[in-house]
């Protein structure tokens, strides 16, 4: 079991820059989550898919954001344009969708917007 | 509005000793919880979790205990274990429809001073 992997580890980039996330979750989990994870706030849940399909992008920031998912085992967060307030430590999280199946995560990206 | 509170950013506790980690709620309509330990540069990993319907749930050294009355949970190590030293986190889930959606405390991050 490779767990779930997320790159790059670390992505330094300029405010206005496009960054993409990548993840790979879990061979046969069926529910995918992006949170973001900032001193103030906390890890947050940015975006649900189930089966692929995005089923709650409520917590997703602003426009600036966008998440897909082309198949079960690829899934990616969009950032366009970044900004400094951006910067966070980024994970993915997969898991079986059963009602108290628990979340397993990567190691998260850790974004630094200049 | 933070719905899970851990009030304790962090805490020392000697090897050997009891480590308690606790973790208030809000939300009435929780009823199922989860303990998460998180390594620096990892991902949080899920340690132990209880359903409402209990008060009491015990996997080696961990034991989490549930007030329902008080909104309070607690999470035991005994004996703890430097090993043990890392963040953890209590999170929150209400079963049901959007049963995926947890809500995360904020840590406490645990040393075991050997």
């Known amino acids: 079991d490779a767990g779930v992997i997320q790159s790059p580890r670390h992505e330094v980039t300029e405010m206005g820059q496009e960054v993409t996330l990548r993840c790979k979750p879990i061979s046969g989990h069926n529910s995918l989550f992006w949170y973001r994870q900032t001193m103030m706030r906390g890890l947050e849940l940015l975006i649900y898919f189930n089966n692929n399909v995005p089923i709650d992008d409520s917590g997703m920031p602003e426009d600036r954001f966008s998440a897909k998912m082309p198949n079960a085992s690829f899934s990616t967060l969009k950032i366009q344009p970044s900004e400094p307030r951006d910067s966070a430590v980024y994970f993915c999280?997969?898991?079986?969708?059963?009602?108290?199946?628990?979340?397993?995560f990567g190691n998260g990206t850790r974004l630094t917007v200049t | 509005d933070q719905q899970v509170k851990q009030n304790s950013p962090s805490l020392s506790v000697q090897e050997g000793r009891i480590s308690i980690l606790n973790c208030d709620y809000t939300n009435s309509m929780f009823d199922y919880f989860l303990w998460y330990k998180k390594y620096p540069a990892e991902g949080p990993t899920f340690l132990i979790s209880?359903?409402?319907?209990?008060d009491k749930n015990e996997d080696g050294r961990f034991t989490v205990f549930l007030n329902k009355s008080a909104k309070h949970l607690s999470l035991h190590i005994v004996p703890s274990q430097p090993g043990d030293s890392a963040v953890y986190f209590c999170a929150a889930r209400v079963s049901g429809a959007g049963s995926y959606q947890l809500t995360f405390g904020k840590g406490t991050k645990l040393s075991v001073i050997p």
């Open positions: 999280a997969s898991s079986l969708s059963g009602i108290n199946s628990p979340l397993h």
């Open positions: 209880i359903s409402s319907i209990k």
